[in-house]
């Protein structure tokens, strides 16, 4: 190492370099050897002094493009993918869920088991004796409801239709309807025969 007149070193290191000329510093800090922030000392000066601040070198420090920031991944940051993912599998659940409920809501045909009564099974004679037809379709995307064959063209006028078929030892509904039938019309049915003064409703069975 050469004894020079100026000194460097990187800031707050206590050791330092000799340099044999300024111009030696300046083509070092242009080279990327020195930092404007590292420390210089010349012949004249009596304390170390940054080189930014240094009367005979601010100026070439001044022109140098500062270092780019470092950057550090964000260890912190929240993953929203994942969270939409379990997100959207819980819609479709629920989804499910509520459609499978619905249709629990149905009304279901009894069974027949072993060990069990098995469906009452009547005549076409006993329904015409003593039964009320009323039949429930859904067609073009409606459900039309029939009495004894004839369209019932409003619900609201249920109770009135069946009190034109009631008569004494003719108080059964025989109720036959389509899966497809909202189980609103078929719960509109049933209290209208009871309002219509029916005994009772029995439903046929596929």
């Not at 006993?126 to 459900?143: D, P, Q, R, W």
């Amino acid at each position: 190492m050469t004894t020079g007149t100026w000194k460097a070193r990187h800031e707050g290191s206590p050791q330092f370099v000799d340099l044999a000329s300024l111009e030696e510093l300046r083509q070092g800090l242009l080279d990327g050897q020195w930092e404007p922030t590292d420390e210089v000392r010349g012949p004249n000066d009596t304390d170390w002094v940054a080189i930014e601040n240094h009367p005979q070198l601010e100026e070439i420090a001044a022109e140098m493009e500062p270092p780019p920031p470092r950057t550090y991944d964000d260890e912190t940051r929240l993953d929203m993918n994942a969270l939409i993912d379990v997100c959207l599998v819980l819609l479709v659940f629920f989804i499910l869920t509520t459609t499978v409920a619905a249709l629990q809501k149905r009304l279901e045909a009894p069974s027949v088991e072993e060990g069990k009564p098995g469906i009452a099974v009547v005549t076409e004679k006993e329904v015409a004796l003593s039964m009320i037809h009323v039949k429930a379709t859904f067609e073009n995307g409606y459900s039309v409801v029939r009495i004894e064959d004839t369209v019932v063209q409003d619900t609201r006028r249920l109770v009135a239709e069946l009190k034109r078929y009631v008569k004494p030892g003719k108080t059964v509904l025989l109720l036959e309807h389509d899966d497809k039938v909202s189980q609103d019309t078929v719960v509109k049915i049933i209290d209208a025969a009871k309002g219509a003064g029916m005994d009772r409703v029995r439903l046929v069975v596929p």
